[in-house]
């Protein structure tokens, strides 16, 4: 019997856990060489400052230091972290060098590192260093840096990076005789993605071969071996990046770090094994922070709620230096305020502002998480002015199959185009309605039952994936038939090993089983490989397992014809064997007396448009600003599915992600530039009692026409949705008040205020 | 100092500086390298082992507190071959993502449903609650828990 297409869209139960759960995994700080010394960093306590010394003397007479380095043992110039995505000359005097030298511009850079026996001793140096810190006025909010009164980079003149503008149609013929327009500000907060495990590096250098190998290395393994092979004068084929079980990456952890230049720089320096690990605190001031943006926006409408245009500005607090995405969040804001809906003349400009806190970079959901929460909040606004049915108002202006593929508003100075592919946006909403019981619950909206305030709220998303411009997959057919899957893709645990074999399987037409492992996160596995962010791994990586498959077939066609006296295109390729037309077959093993490699590609420069909708009813005690979540609802349709209950728990988990952004997290700073949230303690991320009632639903359906697969990258949807719909629920609920949240997170103490503040 | 206890039933000597968590001397002196270090100050969970029966914070506790004490680690709690119905059923739900938090989930699902073979789903979420997970939003970890109490209610032992 042939097994065809019997393992993608199946439930299977995830390969990685065999290890994970029973504590098998190996993460970076697992590791240990021989000889491995440990790496310290000592950080700045000022915000903004002026570096006037740095005395390293005492930790160097430390018994077990190995090596103090500051920027001065880095060379003439010192390194810095170049942008990866829009790198434009603008961005460049804004690069953050791997240790500073004569200014900080945030608490937590790096100003020395210890190398020593432990982590112990190394610790105990990095108290003994003496840095002498002239402190300057900290930026500490992106509206003071507008006024450019202190400046983090003095040659530039200004704080602004860049302003990025959004454009489609004609917003200002549009506004100048719509018959109704209204215009708010609303605004998110600073956080960030928190993986469970904290970053860390091991080095090692080989004199005798010249060559360097990194573990801890994710995401993006070949862009980052580029950029250090740059930075440390090698070539890249001196460098090996090897990633390990990867703890949580949700697009923070793995990007180019200056931890990634300097441990390889000490090992290479001391020559011997280095090992870097975070404590919780130095993630806090360290990995990329996100999501902290303010928008003064306008939409233009007919009195039937017909979206006419949206214009306006926002701002987007970048941190102190721009990092290798930093720029993406902002980008998104602009270009995809209008989300799932027809809104055909736009004019949106975001400006970016440096000021003295940690750098950002990309989240989850990466700037529509933010504008969807804009938009959203400003729908229900227009809605209840207009006297429309919230439901009704986004089905009206909804995206329409029809209307695919449907082009989004072009940003400038880099000319970024795009469009929507494929989809019928309405689906996912009356699902999401159904599954979460709207008409019977819509009963309670905005009543007052038992002291608490009831409300709901729905909105539809969409979610980017498959970013181009390659990804790469080798199948190697080994000697027993078996099949091994090597890929350039990157696992940051969300289970492509088992997604990937599936996928191979059906492919090959063989059984999962036979698939020895699926083999990603070294630069050693592809000749090229580009990773995973903007939810790419399954569309790009599939894709390309494809076509490894289709040639890997081809070649062991060629081989059977050649045994079997038969052409090539005669051959059937089924029950792990190889027949000829009359009967006479020879089994895959004997086709590989050697294993069989062969690598495969998929280029791609459009996008996949993943969409869906959720749903949220929320109780408010005015007496406390206690908001409890009684059910939400998340539907997402990805075009094909490979794994139902990966894809599920993806949503779900980002669900309640997104809900610590809505409700929770916030990376709170002082006049001065210092974070006040540095431990788990302060920083609050939701608990196992939290938000008990969240469903996910998956489907599938219109299939992406820009990849073979018809898949559509997801894992992102669970997030854009929930600051909107919770804020909007929140709302529903505070109706009879007249309460608008403006600002997320919705903290007890923020809604307690919105209602003393509505009754006033 | 020296220190003499059990880990996974087996008796281990280890020599420390006073000053060096259980956790650390579990993981890089005695390379039981299950037990992870999330946080360092005892809120995320994710190096709780169990100390004489009890789940603890061993990010949190000394390795000179262990002396003579009986530590069982997630390696401890493991078939060589193989899951436990416990692990079964995480993998069964879903229950994990990065797997990051994942050895401290089971160290103290273990410890609860050891104690309590017949807890709801509310006193799952408030026992877990004191373990931060990242990926999964905790909706499969708590039905996998729960999925997994007809073993402990079998022979008391998850087996």
């Not at chain 1, 969409?462 to 411009?469: D, N, T």
Request: glycine share 10%; hydrophobic share 40%; with cysteine.
């Amino acid at each position: 019997m042939r097994t065809v297409n019997s393992f993608v869209g199946q439930p299977i139960e995830r390969l990685e856990d065999l290890r994970l759960v029973r504590g098998r995994g190996q993460y970076v700080d697992d590791l240990a060489r021989k000889n491995m010394l440990y790496a310290v960093i000592l950080r700045s306590s000022t915000g903004h400052g002026r570096i006037r010394s740095i005395d390293i003397a005492a930790a160097k007479g430390l018994l077990g230091v190995r090596a103090v380095i500051t920027a001065a043992d880095l060379g003439e110039r010192t390194p810095v972290v170049p942008m990866r995505l829009q790198p434009l000359p603008d961005f460049e005097p804004f690069a953050q060098p791997v240790m500073a030298r004569d200014k900080v511009r945030y608490v937590g850079e790096a100003l020395a590192m210890v190398i020593a026996d432990t982590a112990g001793i190394a610790e105990d140096a990095i108290g003994l260093i003496d840095a002498d810190i002239e402190p300057l006025p900290a930026v500490s909010t992106w509206q003071f840096a507008a006024k450019n009164e202190a400046l983090l980079f003095e040659d530039t003149g200004s704080n602004t990076s860049m302003v990025f503008r959004a454009v489609l149609g004609d917003a200002a013929a549009a506004f100048k005789d719509a018959p109704y327009t209204r215009r708010e500000c609303f605004s998110t907060q600073r956080h960030t993605a928190l993986p469970m495990e904290p970053r860390g590096v091991l080095a090692e250098w080989n004199d005798a071969q010249g060559k360097l190998t990194v573990w801890g290395a994710a995401k993006v393994l070949f862009a980052n071996r580029r950029i250090l092979a740059k930075a440390m004068g090698l070539t890249e084929a001196a460098i090996d990046m090897v990633e390990n079980d990867v703890g949580g990456g949700f697009g923070a952890r793995g990007e180019f770090y200056p931890e990634d230049f300097l441990i390889p720089f000490a090992a290479r320096y001391v020559g011997r094994p280095v090992k870097w690990t975070e404590d919780r605190r130095e993630h806090l001031m360290t990995i990329n922070h996100a999501r902290e943006s303010a928008v003064d926006v306008e939409i233009a409408c007919r009195r039937d709620g017909t979206i006419l245009g949206l214009r306006g500005h926002a701002f987007v607090d970048m941190g102190a230096y721009m990092r290798t995405n930093g720029a993406v969040g902002a980008r998104n804001i602009a270009q995809f305020m209008s989300g799932a809906y027809r809104i055909p003349n736009i004019d949106i400009d975001v400006t970016l502002l440096q000021t003295n806190k940690t750098p950002v970079g990309t989240y989850r959901g990466p700037g529509r998480f933010e504008t969807d929460f804009y938009r959203e909040r400003l729908f229900d606004m227009v809605a209840r002015d207009l006297g429309i049915d919230q439901i009704e108002f986004r089905r009206r202006n909804l995206v329409r199959e029809a209307d695919m593929p449907y082009k989004v508003a072009t940003i400038t100075p880099f000319e970024s185009k795009d469009e929507l592919d494929s989809g019928d946006y309405s689906v996912t909403l009356d699902r999401c309605l159904a599954e979460f019981g709207w008409a019977e619950k819509a009963k309670l909206k905005g009543k007052l039952v038992d002291g608490r305030y009831h409300g709901l709220a729905v909105s539809c998303f969409i979610e980017g994936g498959a970013a181009g411009p390659k990804e790469s997959a080798r199948l190697v057919l080994e000697t027993d038939g078996s099949l091994s899957v090597y890929m350039g893709s990157s696992g940051v645990g969300q289970g492509l090993e088992t997604a990937f074999a599936q996928i191979a399987a059906d492919a090959m037409e063989m059984p999962m089983d036979r698939i020895n492992q699926v083999l990603h996160g070294s630069t050693a596995y592809v000749s090229d490989g580009y990773g995973a962010y903007h939810s790419r791994s399954i569309v790009m990586g599939g894709s390309a397992v494809l076509d490894a498959a289709k040639k890997l077939r081809d070649i062991m066609r060629a081989e059977a014809a050649r045994r079997l006296n038969c052409g090539a295109g005669e051959v059937v390729l089924a029950d792990e064997r190889a027949s000829a037309p009359g009967g006479k077959s020879v089994s895959w093993a004997e086709l590989a007396p050697e294993p069989i490699s062969i690598e495969g590609a998929f280029h791609n420069h459009k996008h996949t448009w993943a969409y869906g909708a959720h749903a949220a009813h929320v109780t408010v005690d005015p007496k406390t600003g206690q908001v409890a979540l009684l059910d939400y609802v998340a539907v997402e349709n990805c075009g094909r599915m490979i794994n139902p209950l990966t894809l599920k728990g993806q949503l779900v988990g980002a669900v309640v992600q997104g809900l610590g952004g809505a409700f929770l997290e916030h990376l709170v700073y002082d006049d001065s530039g210092q974070l006040l949230t540095g431990s788990l303690a302060d920083y609050l991320v939701p608990t196992a009692s939290d938000f008990p009632k969240i469903r996910g639903f998956v489907m599938e359906s219109h299939p992406s026409p820009i990849n073979p697969l018809g898949a559509k990258g997801a894992g992102e949807g669970g997030i854009i949705s929930v600051g909107g719909v919770i804020s909007n629920a929140i709302a529903d609920a505070l109706s009879s008040l007249g309460a608008e949240p403006r600002d997320l997170p919705l903290s007890p103490p923020r809604v307690w205020q919105l209602v003393q503040d509505a009754r006033k | 100092m020296p220190v003499r206890f059990e880990v996974n039933g087996k008796p281990v000597e280890v020599e420390v500086e006073p000053r060096l968590t259980l956790a650390d001397c579990l993981r890089h002196h005695l390379r039981l390298t299950g037990t992870h270090v999330g946080c360092e100050h005892g809120v995320c969970g994710a190096c709780t082992v169990l100390v004489d029966g009890a789940a603890v914070r061993s990010c949190l506790f000394l390795a000179v507190q262990a002396e003579g004490a009986k530590v069982v680690t997630v390696e401890g709690l493991s078939l060589e071959e193989g899951l436990t119905p416990l692990q079964a059923s995480f993998r069964r739900h879903h229950a994990l993502q990065c797997g990051f938090c994942t050895p401290g989930m089971i160290t103290t699902a273990h410890a609860l449903l050891s104690e309590e073979p017949d807890c709801d789903a509310d006193r799952v979420r408030e026992v877990l609650s004191g373990n931060i997970c990242r990926c999964t939003g905790y909706i499969s970890i708590v039905e996998a828990v729960l999925d997994a109490r007809a073993a402990y209610k079998r022979d008391g032992k998850g087996a």
